[in-house]
DNA sequence: CCAGACGTTGTT
DNA sequence: GTCTGG
DNA sequence: CCAGACGTTGTT
DNA sequence: GTCTGG
């Protein structure tokens, strides 16, 4: 899955990379992003590549917003499926946390090449603001060992094949929404502190030593 | 027409 | 709310 | 996603 | 445990 980002670094500089030609204003910088709050998504139109923001979350009648899609279904369920044949757009990022099950230990993942992610995504209008929600895949092997779902990862050549504003058949969408290739990610352990969306620092994405688990500080005699 | 399900995640 | 099933 | 709260009444 | 808030 993917519940939890990070969005850095200078607007201009974000929209260069990502070929937006308006709508920068609406990149503001956050270590600690959760769904239900507004993050900046990049749609094409006929005019052209544009940032807007979007609620991160499809409102659901079900308890808690739908903030994650995941690819094996998202072509064919009711409450996805139509947003994804014309409604699909980037929710660009600097990274992202994952929880580790077996002790809950929170790491940061970047690319390795430095460069922002374009999680794939799709959105929805509602009333007077928009809604959008991240596509999740499979691990590659950077994941794997931490979690088993990953946000879908587009790499930059295939931003307009899935920014494309004509509808796409889903067997096109279903090609775009793999995996990233092993070796796109980097990770390292950060403090727990990011747990609390109160904390929003750039410490948060620091590389700290792993704590120690219960059962590592007090083994169990076998 | 109405009834009932509807989404993801993690956990064990 | 909106969609599917009956 | 995780953290943190989780209830009602009447009264002031 | 389950729900809400951020």
């Known amino acids: 899955m993917c519940g939890r980002f990070v969005r850095k670094g200078e607007s201009k500089k974000v929209a260069e990379a990502l070929g937006v030609q308006d709508g920068e204003e609406n990149w503001t910088e956050s270590y600690n992003v959760a769904p239900g709050s507004t993050v900046p998504i990049v749609r094409d139109d006929p005019t052209g590549r544009h940032m807007a923001p979007a609620v991160w979350g499809f409102t659901s009648s079900g308890r808690g917003p739908l903030f994650n899609a995941r690819a094996e279904t998202v072509d064919s369920l009711p409450s996805f499926r139509d947003h994804l044949r014309v409604n699909r757009c980037l929710v660009p990022a600097s990274g992202f946390y994952e929880w580790r099950p077996s002790d809950r230990q929170p790491f940061y993942f970047e690319r390795v090449d430095g460069l922002p992610l374009a999680f794939a995504g799709i959105w929805k209008r ?17 994941m794997s060992a931490i979690h088993d779902r990953m946000p879908v990862i587009l790499s930059s050549d295939r931003w307009s094949n899935w920014l494309n504003p004509d509808p796409l058949s889903s067997a096109e969408s279903q090609s775009l929404l793999c995996p990233s290739p092993d070796g796109t990610l980097t990770r390292w352990p950060v403090s727990r502190a990011v747990g609390s969306i109160r904390n929003d620092t750039q410490g948060l994405i620091e590389r700290v030593e792993p704590q120690p688990t219960a059962q590592e500080l007090f083994p169990m005699s076998s």
Do not use: M, Q
């Open 126 to 142: 509602v009333g007077d603001h928009l809604e959008a929600t991240v596509i999740t895949t499979t691990p590659n092997r950077d």
